[in-house]
């Protein structure tokens, strides 16, 4: 049997994982007098009137990045908080990219946990508007959170900290298979996974933006060592010790590094900031 609608799991007390169809999660975060949804997937449902259906507070939208599965439902809200040097990227995303991506995760949910139809990719009919979010806290009453700009998988990355539930949601800021192809050096990346990673003291759990990737059922928190071999990776690819892999992104010549369970994806161009 497969499921009609994304799935919907509280992994803290007010704190919601949405799975889109195994193709990227949301967060929605609730706090005394507001709510806070983190990222809009794709763009395949009706994600707005899934939040209005268990959230009656006034809530903001906050972006992680400006990729296709992270921006891609931004056309359902009035305002979208996002760092600055992504909102070009999210303002011209296009339904060609949001329709291949959904396409190509499709194929791969070979279980068929989802019953997801290629009709139900969404076209735009208006863009938000975008206010600018910088590192900083807000709260959302008895609810405070801190946000950190992480550059590295795009120039206007951020990661959330929920020090109350020392929950940690980074995206796709730093993870095991960490792209770094969207104009940011190795050694950007390198700065934000340590920067990440001097804020382990303050959570137990890391959520990225696919937990749950293509149909899997699981909802774990990234696994401990993650920041570790993602800095050790980066570290090997500027002191010249990694063994690189070549590969292909999209029709671009990258590069790939391996170290433990994590591997980072870069462009060979971009190693060293000047
Ligand atoms: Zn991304």
Not at 24 to 40: S, V, Y
Not at 160 to 168: H, P
């Amino acid at each position: 049997m497969s499921m009609k609608q994304p799935l919907i799991c509280e992994i803290a007390k007010d704190t919601f994982l949405i799975n889109e169809y195994g193709f990227d999660c949301m967060f929605f975060l609730k706090g005394k007098e507001r709510g806070l949804l983190i990222d809009t997937g794709t763009g395949t449902f009706d994600l707005k009137g899934m939040i209005d259906s268990f959230c009656c507070l006034p809530y903001d939208v906050l972006l992680t990045h400006g990729h296709v599965d992270h921006a891609g439902g931004i056309d359902q809200f009035e305002e979208i908080m996002i760092h600055p040097d992504d909102i070009e990227m999210a303002k011209n995303l296009t339904y060609e990219e949001r329709y291949g991506y959904a396409e190509s995760l499709h194929s791969i949910d070979t279980d068929h946990a989802f019953a997801f139809s290629m009709d139900q990719v969404r076209r735009w009919d208006r863009i938000p508007e975008f206010i600018p979010v910088q590192e900083g806290t807000m709260d959302l009453g008895g609810r405070p959170l801190r946000i950190y700009h992480t550059p590295g998988h795009t120039p206007g990355s951020i990661v959330i900290l929920d020090e109350i539930n020392r929950i940690l949601i980074s995206a796709d800021a730093c993870n095991r298979n960490t792209l770094c192809v969207s104009g940011c050096t190795v050694e950007t990346l390198l700065n934000s996974a340590l920067k990440i990673q001097s804020l382990k003291p303050y959570f137990d759990r890391d959520y990225n933006g696919h937990v749950g990737y293509a149909g899997m059922p699981y909802i774990c928190s990234q696994y401990d060592g993650v920041h570790e071999d993602v800095i050790a990776a980066c570290r090997s690819v500027m002191d010249q010790t990694a063994q690189v892999t070549d590969e292909q992104f999209h029709g671009r010549a990258v590069c790939a590094v391996t170290s433990g369970n994590a591997r980072i994806v870069f462009d060979p161009e971009l190693i060293y900031n000047r």
